[in-house]
């Protein structure tokens, strides 16, 4: 360790050990801010200025010429330059010349590709940065957590990572998971108010939190202490730099194939090198000049068999798919996830606001006995109360205000009043289910800051799925009987209430009382009571609602944390309050045409079956004859049993996280590829455990997206299906140019190999044979990457992972285009010599003759074969006629920028002696024009009875 990295060290440790021996008071006394407050605008600008960001420093970014020496590492590039070097050796310095200026060239144009793919990668990384819920300007607000600065007061909720090293300020039952740090495996008890000693290891500093570490229970407040690279974390990163070098599946694939061709190019080119040695006659006798032109034949012939710029152009293409990926409102985490989207076989979702709008709306209330409805949609805070169906005023039954008090106190949601350019008006912090309980109460009149002014919260026992409710314990400072709470004459023995939201027969379980609606007493819970409530909340969830159970007791003093439980006993239901977050409109369709892909979705709720029905139903997700289940079924349940049970079972309510594990295991097991949606802390083992991961972007916490493979940004399902449709595309798209490359390839090997074996001479000389390579085929290559997809590609079956790149068909294809190429430009070069030197075929074996027509009418045959054979190229299946012949512009710029190459070749005086050609006339052209022509309705052909639609 270097001198200064220890002093970074000491410099870290005791920024945090001199906030830890700090009271609370202390700490917002040095870093000058207020709890209430936080810190202004002006001192955000000021600090960000001092501190900079909050966030690590990266790995230096490879420099332009590290990226060009990269570039020249190739074997065949080395194999190249070599050939470059022996022929400026032996005087030919026009092929030598030629030559590096196509190497350099190809270099410029890999380095150009792949800073382009590391931008769009780089900015998808930004996008994926995590959030903070801070303070600042007195209002709470969410920011990305790098504009964090020390002062900055932050609100920690279970499943956040910390955004920063804090002090916190205030704990409710927090705990928080350090073994990233530490390697402590237990999560540790946080406690804001103690005030340690001077000699604490950063383990045992109770009182603090650091970045990267998770908040898994519980919640609490800090004053950041310190940023960016000087956190504990920070301390770290200085000693060990991350870099992320993912290579997919499909990117080995290609380059084993690469690797194949490669080493089968390289015995070709052997045996062409010394088959055209030997046909030269006594090798004694053999000029220098004789000995260069075979070995470039050779080298060139390498070239043109190897695919070189496929790595690159599936890169770019991967590149362009994920930003497209990105506008679909899907942000993909992991390469290799765009490779396995396209195989899925059954999206597992959850319904709200994935299926659903995620704007819950409380529509129905049901306390004593009797129904409320309330009117308005969304966040929207303007709504009336009725009942059976006329506006009622809410003084004249006064337990359906304490239920909405109730509701207001066990909450940690917040509104506020959004932009002028938001028609809601307010815009949520927090749950939706939670903020759609404060609009209700907004819309009787009610308001956050009054009710948590009189009852403030003093402890809580934070909701999880297994307990399936939330407690909170709160002071009755300023009760009165006008407020909306139960209290009308406040003593001292009612000092304080405990109030509990929560899944309707849980909370009834743990109900003694009934409220009664004048809320002047308590009436004993019996048998008859309780099933009038259940059966209310059946009615109300067959109407496809979602039902929270309200209850309440009060206390004369506080049990102290470790004894909260104790609140949850002898408490007074108060009602129940329903609410609906309807259907996306777009989701319906999105099924549908999911369905047509062969893809089924499963719905996975924690909501009561009832709900999870009338949803499913309306959208059409429920297949006939398909089930729904139950978590209390699936305990019953048997791995196999489930296994089975999962081929027809469309929809899982009332589930719990390791429901979620067993059911992603059971799709599985039938061989199926799946996709897993989550939001929450106890969802991230079923997302991992998923083929693909779904993290939801807006209310998914910090651990599902960390452990997503992708992120919705809009928490939309039809973003699901749209990210499937483009790695649908993306994967089809790869599959097209492959298919153009190989086949270009080897009719170049081909048309090289077969005449120097007959000793014929090669067709094409060496640097017309690298022109192509560089010209005819890498630009189209390019284009086809940027193709939309076939019009039915959403109406195939998803693609078997194991299946290869080149499958039979293609292989048909390669082989059948291979030798229709290799046969036109073949006749081109015999056609071509025998214009020039008469019409006796056995003169073409004397290498006296003059081939420069041959060569010129050769080289423009296969170069204008490939580029409309690149049209093509752009369906494997459907007529370039049918999705429109020049459709993708970026096709048409590739085509003619290569058309206008090819042209300068053969017409440009000064480059004839450089690529051996010469300009044609009319009449070659009429020879021309059929043959190169050919190629392209092979193509054609083949789709129709190779790649023949099923």
Same mark, same amino acid.
């Given at each position: 360790?270097?001198?200064?990295?220890?002093?970074?060290?000491?410099?870290?440790?005791?920024?945090?050990?001199?906030?830890?021996?700090?009271?609370? %008071?202390?700490?917002?006394?040095?870093?000058?801010?207020?709890?209430?407050?936080?810190?202004?605008?002006?001192?955000?600008?000021?600090?960000?200025?001092?501190?900079?960001?909050?966030?690590?420093?990266?790995?230096?970014?490879?420099?332009?010429?590290?990226?060009?020496?990269?570039?020249?590492?190739?074997?065949?590039?080395?194999?190249?330059?070599?050939?470059?070097?022996?022929?400026?050796?032996?005087?030919?310095?026009?092929?030598?010349?030629?030559?590096?200026?196509?190497?350099?060239?190809?270099?410029?144009?890999?380095?150009?590709?792949?800073?382009?793919?590391?931008?769009?990668?780089?900015?998808?990384?930004?996008?994926?940065?995590?959030?903070?819920?801070?303070?600042? %300007?007195?209002?709470?607000?969410?920011?990305?957590?790098?504009?964090?600065?020390?002062?900055?007061?932050?609100?920690?909720?279970?499943?956040?990572?910390?955004?920063?090293?804090?002090?916190?300020?205030?704990?409710?039952?927090?705990?928080?998971?350090?073994?990233?740090?530490?390697?402590?495996?237990?999560?540790?008890?946080?406690?804001?108010?103690?005030?340690?000693?001077?000699?604490?290891?950063?383990?045992?500093?109770?009182?603090?939190?650091?970045?990267?570490?998770?908040?898994?229970?519980?919640?609490?407040?800090?004053?950041?202490?310190?940023?960016?690279?000087?956190?504990?974390?920070?301390?770290?990163?200085?000693?060990?730099?991350?870099?992320?070098?993912?290579?997919?599946?499909?990117?080995?694939?290609?380059?084993?194939?690469?690797?194949?061709?490669?080493?089968?190019?390289?015995?070709?080119?052997?045996?062409?090198?010394?088959?055209?040695?030997?046909?030269?006659?006594?090798?004694?006798?053999?000029?220098?000049?004789?000995?260069?032109?075979?070995?470039?034949?050779?080298?060139?012939?390498?070239?043109?068999?190897?695919?070189?710029?496929?790595?690159?152009?599936?890169?770019?293409?991967?590149?362009?798919?994920?930003?497209?990926?990105?506008?679909?409102?899907?942000?993909?985490?992991?390469?290799?996830?765009?490779?396995?989207?396209?195989?899925?076989?059954?999206?597992?979702?959850?319904?709200?606001?994935?299926?659903?709008?995620?704007?819950?709306?409380?529509?129905?209330?049901?306390?004593?006995?009797?129904?409320?409805?309330?009117?308005?949609?969304?966040?929207?805070?303007?709504?009336?109360?009725?009942?059976?169906?006329?506006?009622?005023?809410?003084?004249?039954?006064?337990?359906?205000?304490?239920?909405?008090?109730?509701?207001?106190?066990?909450?940690?949601?917040?509104?506020?009043?959004?932009?002028?350019?938001?028609?809601?008006?307010?815009?949520?912090?927090?749950?939706?289910?939670?903020?759609?309980?404060?609009?209700?109460?907004?819309?009787?009149?009610?308001?956050?800051?009054?009710?948590?002014?009189?009852?403030?919260?003093?402890?809580?026992?934070?909701?999880?799925?297994?307990?399936?409710?939330?407690?909170?314990?709160?002071?009755?400072?300023?009760?009165?009987?006008?407020?909306?709470?139960?209290?009308?004459?406040?003593?001292?023995?009612?000092?304080?209430?405990?109030?509990?939201?929560?899944?309707?027969?849980?909370?009834?379980?743990?109900?003694?009382?009934?409220?009664?609606?004048?809320?002047?007493?308590?009436?004993?819970?019996?048998?008859?009571?309780?099933?009038?409530?259940?059966?209310?909340?059946?009615?109300?969830?067959?109407?496809?609602?979602?039902?929270?159970?309200?209850?309440?007791?009060?206390?004369?003093?506080?049990?102290?944390?470790?004894?909260?439980?104790?609140?949850?006993?002898?408490?007074?239901?108060?009602?129940?309050?329903?609410?609906? %977050?309807?259907?996306?409109?777009?989701?319906?369709?999105?099924?549908?045409?999911?369905?047509?892909?062969?893809?089924?979705?499963?719905?996975?709720?924690?909501?009561?079956?009832?709900?999870?029905?009338?949803?499913?139903?309306?959208?059409?997700?429920?297949?006939?004859?398909?089930?729904?289940?139950?978590?209390?079924?699936?305990?019953?349940?048997?791995?196999?049993?489930?296994?089975?049970? @999962? @081929?027809?079972?469309?929809? #899982?309510?009332?589930?719990?996280?390791?429901?979620?594990?067993?059911?992603?295991?059971?799709?599985?097991?039938?061989?199926?590829?799946?996709?897993?949606?989550?939001?929450?802390?106890?969802?991230?083992?079923?997302?991992?455990?998923?083929?693909?991961?779904?993290?939801?972007?807006?209310?998914?916490?910090?651990?599902?997206?960390?452990?997503?493979?992708?992120?919705?940004?809009?928490?939309?399902?039809?973003?699901?299906? @749209?990210?499937?449709?483009?790695?649908?595309?993306?994967?089809?798209?790869?599959?097209?140019?492959?298919?153009?490359?190989?086949?270009?390839?080897?009719?170049?090997?081909?048309?090289?190999?077969?005449?120097?074996?007959?000793?014929?001479?090669?067709?094409?000389?060496?640097?017309?044979?690298?022109?192509?390579?560089?010209?005819?085929?890498?630009?189209?290559?390019?284009?086809?990457?940027?193709?939309?997809?076939?019009?039915?590609?959403?109406?195939?079956?998803?693609?078997?992972?194991?299946?290869?790149?080149?499958?039979?068909?293609?292989?048909?294809?390669?082989?059948?285009?291979?030798?229709?190429?290799?046969?036109?430009?073949?006749?081109? #070069?015999?056609?071509?010599?025998?214009?020039?030197?008469?019409?006796?075929?056995?003169?073409?074996?004397?290498?006296?003759?003059?081939?420069?027509?041959?060569?010129?009418?050769?080289?423009?045959?296969?170069?204008?074969?490939?580029?409309?054979?690149?049209?093509?190229?752009?369906?494997?299946?459907?007529?370039?006629?049918?999705?429109?012949?020049?459709?993708?512009?970026?096709?048409?710029?590739?085509?003619?920028?290569?058309?206008?190459?090819?042209?300068?070749?053969?017409?440009?005086?000064?480059?004839?002696?450089?690529?051996?050609?010469?300009?044609?006339?009319?009449?070659?052209?009429?020879?021309?024009?059929?043959?190169?022509?050919?190629?392209?309705?092979?193509?054609?052909?083949?789709?129709?009875?190779?790649?023949?639609?099923?």
């Amino acid at each position: 360790m270097t001198t200064m990295e220890k002093q970074e060290k000491t410099k870290t440790s005791s920024t945090a050990l001199s906030f830890s021996t700090s009271t609370i %008071d202390e700490t917002l006394k040095s870093l000058g801010v207020s709890i209430t407050h936080g810190l202004s605008t002006a001192e955000v600008a000021e600090r960000t200025a001092k501190y900079g960001l909050n966030q690590l420093q990266e790995a230096p970014k490879r420099t332009f010429l590290q990226m060009v020496i990269d570039q020249l590492k190739g074997f065949v590039i080395i194999l190249l330059i070599v050939a470059a070097v022996i022929s400026g050796i032996l005087g030919e310095w026009v092929d030598a010349c030629a030559i590096l200026l196509i190497v350099v060239l190809n270099a410029v144009m890999g380095v150009i590709q792949e800073s382009r793919a590391e931008e769009a990668l780089a900015s998808l990384k930004k996008m994926a940065s995590p959030e903070a819920h801070v303070i600042r %300007d007195g209002k709470r607000s969410s920011i990305p957590a790098t504009q964090l600065v020390p002062g900055d007061v932050v609100f920690l909720e279970a499943g956040n990572f910390i955004p920063a090293d804090l002090r916190l300020v205030e704990s409710v039952n927090l705990r928080v998971e350090e073994a990233a740090l530490t390697g402590e495996s237990l999560p540790i008890q946080k406690n804001a108010n103690v005030v340690l000693k001077s000699s604490v290891h950063v383990g045992d500093m109770t009182n603090c939190a650091f970045m990267g570490t998770l908040a898994n229970y519980g919640r609490g407040i800090g004053v950041v202490t310190a940023t960016g690279m000087s956190t504990q974390l920070g301390h770290i990163a200085t000693m060990l730099q991350e870099v992320e070098n993912e290579e997919t599946p499909l990117q080995k694939k290609l380059d084993n194939l690469g690797k194949t061709l490669g080493y089968a190019c390289l015995g070709v080119c052997a045996l062409v090198f010394i088959t055209g040695i030997l046909r030269a006659g006594d090798i004694t006798k053999l000029d220098a000049e004789h000995w260069v032109n075979q070995f470039m034949v050779a080298v060139s012939l390498a070239i043109a068999a190897v695919p070189e710029g496929l790595p690159a152009i599936v890169t770019i293409s991967l590149a362009l798919g994920m930003r497209e990926m990105v506008n679909r409102h899907a942000l993909i985490r992991r390469l290799s996830s765009v490779e396995t989207l396209g195989s899925a076989t059954v999206i597992c979702t959850d319904k709200t606001g994935t299926l659903t709008q995620n704007e819950m709306t409380v529509t129905r209330l049901w306390v004593d006995g009797q129904f409320f409805d309330i009117t308005g949609t969304g966040y929207a805070t303007e709504g009336k109360f009725l009942v059976d169906g006329n506006e009622i005023d809410l003084a004249n039954y006064p337990a359906a205000k304490t239920a909405l008090w109730v509701g207001m106190l066990n909450n940690d949601a917040h509104l506020e009043v959004a932009d002028q350019e938001d028609e809601k008006g307010v815009r949520i912090i927090g749950d939706p289910t939670e903020a759609s309980l404060l609009v209700a109460a907004a819309k009787a009149g009610a308001t956050l800051n009054e009710v948590n002014t009189s009852f403030p919260r003093t402890a809580e026992i934070p909701f999880d799925s297994d307990r399936k409710r939330m407690v909170t314990l709160h002071e009755a400072m300023a009760a009165n009987a006008e407020d909306f709470s139960p209290y009308y004459h406040p003593s001292s023995s009612e000092r304080y209430t405990a109030v509990v939201k929560g899944a309707p027969d849980v909370v009834l379980s743990l109900c003694k009382y009934m409220q009664s609606m004048d809320d002047q007493k308590t009436i004993p819970m019996d048998d008859e009571m309780r099933a009038r409530v259940l059966a209310a909340n059946d009615k109300m969830t067959k109407d496809a609602l979602r039902v929270l159970g309200l209850a309440f007791r009060t206390v004369d003093a506080h049990p102290g944390d470790e004894n909260l439980t104790a609140l949850e006993e002898d408490l007074v239901f108060v009602g129940l309050i329903g609410m609906i %977050d309807p259907p996306r409109t777009e989701v319906k369709s999105a099924l549908l045409k999911a369905r047509h892909a062969g893809i089924r979705t499963v719905m996975i709720t924690g909501d009561y079956p009832n709900t999870a029905r009338a949803i499913g139903e309306s959208i059409g997700l429920i297949e006939p004859g398909h089930a729904v289940f139950t978590g209390a079924q699936i305990n019953e349940l048997s791995d196999e049993e489930l296994r089975k049970a @999962a @081929a027809t079972t469309d929809v #899982y309510a009332r589930v719990s996280p390791e429901h979620k594990m067993r059911i992603v295991d059971a799709l599985r097991a039938n061989g199926q590829i799946v996709a897993m949606t989550g939001d929450g802390v106890n969802d991230a083992p079923a997302i991992k455990r998923a083929d693909i991961g779904i993290a939801m972007g807006i209310t998914g916490t910090d651990v599902a997206k960390q452990t997503a493979d992708m992120v919705l940004t809009d928490d939309n399902y039809a973003s699901i299906v @749209a990210a499937v449709e483009q790695g649908r595309v993306i994967y089809s798209n790869i599959r097209k140019f492959v298919y153009f490359l190989i086949s270009c390839n080897l009719a170049e090997i081909l048309i090289i190999f077969i005449p120097t074996l007959l000793g014929l001479g090669s067709p094409l000389t060496a640097i017309q044979l690298l022109w192509l390579n560089l010209v005819s085929d890498g630009a189209p290559a390019l284009a086809l990457g940027t193709e939309k997809g076939d019009p039915d590609l959403m109406d195939q079956k998803p693609r078997p992972t194991n299946e290869p790149i080149i499958n039979k068909k293609m292989a048909i294809g390669v082989a059948i285009q291979t030798v229709v190429d290799t046969c036109t430009t073949l006749s081109a #070069y015999i056609i071509g010599f025998l214009m020039v030197n008469g019409q006796t075929i056995d003169m073409i074996f004397d290498q006296n003759m003059d081939f420069t027509m041959a060569h010129t009418m050769a080289f423009v045959t296969l170069s204008l074969s490939e580029l409309i054979r690149a049209y093509a190229a752009r369906s494997e299946r459907y007529s370039v006629f049918k999705i429109g012949f020049f459709s993708n512009k970026w096709m048409n710029l590739a085509v003619l920028a290569s058309f206008l190459l090819v042209m300068f070749v053969v017409y440009v005086p000064f480059l004839n002696p450089i690529f051996n050609t010469q300009p044609l006339l009319l009449e070659e052209w009429l020879e021309v024009v059929p043959l190169f022509l050919i190629p392209f309705a092979a193509a054609e052909l083949i789709k129709r009875f190779v790649f023949s639609r099923d």
